[in-house]
């Protein structure tokens, strides 16, 4: 996990809530950055509303790369001298220590981190700390920061799935023959193996990567260097600030690249899309856990008790993973909501942008660990599923395909046969492997012994060979594949068992 920059978002600060504020119409003075006009400072409530320091701040890495990276170019390109690069990259460097040491006190004033830091700067270094907001604006500034911060977030999580799927892998390998009831409407349909059940979460997940890989496509473009919003006239290079980054390119348009915040929003619908994935395994995971059912059992590291029913042994980490959906899908609302209808370029609604995406990370972060921990904790009741996997004429469209295979009865006949028998077990109180020959073939005189063949759970599980079917041997070659893939990726996710 490791989510440094989505936690320190929660972190206290020294800002002064809305509600405090609006007790007086006090007013502060005038803002040390762009208060050159203003004769006097804004009022509190102003200042309250516009402060955005109390989220913003999570992003200070990111900012103080972008201002290196800003910096080293004004260098290269002849903007600033090259004393005053190494004056700003020592400052900031020193400014990164203190926040890092909870040594830097943020001001609300100071609105937000790009104005925190800058300030600081320039209180540290003088001079040149003045001289580092050269041909740039917060508005290319934030847009930059958010890309970077999202990605780094992006990529946290992208680890955390791929943890996810491993971890499911393993268990369907162990699982990959195990018999299971398979259910449509969530009435017994046809057997089907646990391991082929929890593979099916593994492709889900795969394609959470996918849209996840997608989007950092086309995030990965820097917009730095293009202003307030109609780019400089200093002999800037966009290309070397983008590589310095590790951006592909620079962003094409100036007004688009300040008043874009499409990579926020195909982020947060990539989690939106991957948390109703989560909240189905959750749901299943308290379907499992409760008694009626008991497929699975969680140990105490992973269940709560009843403060009143000493029997209890909730699933309350599944219960939260199924909830946080709405938090975060949640957040992709408010934030489409919040850019509807927005004129070109920068306005200030866009500040709204990043309380959404900080939530939706750490909701989709603490929702992956919780389900990586469940997947690795649980334990299979095999032979509870195995009995359920054969209860309520679950090989029946066995029998269909037996009649069709061997008698070359038509389908839709077969379907009809099938379902006298069914009835006929019904009204006996029998299961149709308890069938006798004789009833079976007042139904269908050609049916022969044969038949008990194709009526056991695990003969039909072992007949489903066709491609993506529950047969063993399938879900064993498809767990030992996404295992060798994934761990053919890059080191970032070879973490351990
Ligand atoms: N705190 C602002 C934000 O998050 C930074 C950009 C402000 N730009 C401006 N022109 N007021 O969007």
């Not at 509600?19 to 006090?26: E, H, L, R």
């Not at 762009?34 to 409530?45: D, E, K």
């Not at 209860?391 to 008698?407: E, K």
């Amino acid at each position: 996990m490791g989510h440094d920059m989505s936690l320190s978002s929660q972190n206290s600060t020294d800002t002064t809530s809305g509600a405090t504020a609006a007790k007086a119409g006090a007013k502060a003075d005038a803002n040390m950055q762009w208060g050159g006009r203003f004769a006097g400072g804004p009022s509190q409530i102003m200042q309250a509303i516009n402060a955005s320091i109390g989220f913003d701040k999570a992003m200070w890495k990111q900012d103080i790369a972008g201002s290196l990276a800003h910096a080293a170019m004004l260098a290269h390109t002849g903007i600033i001298s090259a004393e005053d690069e190494v004056a700003i990259r020592e400052g900031l460097t020193a400014i990164g220590k203190d926040i890092e040491a909870g040594r830097f006190e943020f001001s609300e004033a100071l609105e937000d981190i790009h104005m925190n830091i800058e300030a600081r700067l320039s209180e540290r270094i003088g001079e040149p700390g003045k001289r580092l907001h050269t041909a740039r604006s917060r508005n290319d500034q934030v847009a930059t920061d958010f890309r970077l911060w999202t990605r780094d977030a992006l990529d946290g999580l992208d680890q955390q799935v791929a943890s996810l799927m491993r971890a499911l892998a393993r268990r369907a390998e162990e699982h990959a023959s195990d018999p299971m009831p398979g259910f449509t409407h969530l009435q017994t349909a046809q057997p089907v193996t646990f391991g082929h059940h929890l593979m099916a979460y593994v492709e889900m997940l795969a394609r959470d990567r996918g849209r996840l890989a997608d989007t950092r496509k086309r995030l990965n473009e820097c917009p730095l260097g293009s202003a307030a919003l109609a780019g400089t006239s200093f002999p800037i290079d966009r290309k070397m600030t983008a590589r310095t980054l590790g951006f592909d390119r620079p962003t094409a348009n100036s007004l688009d690249s300040v008043s874009d915040r499409d990579f926020a929003l195909e982020y947060l619908s990539a989690l939106s899309i991957m948390a109703m994935h989560l909240s189905r395994l959750a749901e299943e995971i308290v379907i499992w856990c409760s008694s009626p059912f008991s497929f699975i059992r969680l140990s105490d590291a992973f269940t709560t008790g009843s403060s009143i029913m000493p029997q209890k042994r909730n699933p309350d980490a599944a219960e939260l993973v199924r909830a946080k959906t709405g938090r975060i899908t949640g957040s992709l609302v408010s934030l489409l909501t919040v850019m509807k209808g927005l004129p070109l370029a920068y306005a200030k609604d866009m500040q709204e942008d990043k309380e959404p995406v900080f939530t939706a990370t750490d909701a989709a972060a603490l929702s992956l660990a919780a389900c990586d921990g469940m997947v690795r904790d649980m334990t299979a009741n095999t032979a509870q599923m195995r009995a359920l996997a054969g209860s309520g004429f679950s090989t029946a469209t066995d029998i269909a395909d037996w009649l069709v295979r061997v008698l070359k009865v038509p389908f839709r006949t077969a379907h009809h046969v099938t379902g006298r028998l069914v009835a006929k077990a019904e009204e006996k109180g029998i299961g149709l492997a308890d069938l006798s020959l004789a009833d079976m073939q007042a139904e269908e005189p050609g049916i022969t012994n044969d038949i008990y063949s194709v009526l056991t759970v695990d003969a039909s599980i072992a007949s489903r060979t066709s491609e993506g079917g529950t047969a063993g041997s399938n879900v064993q070659r498809e767990a030992r594949r996404w295992l060798a893939a994934l761990d053919a990726e890059p080191a970032a996710t070879s973490e351990g068992a």
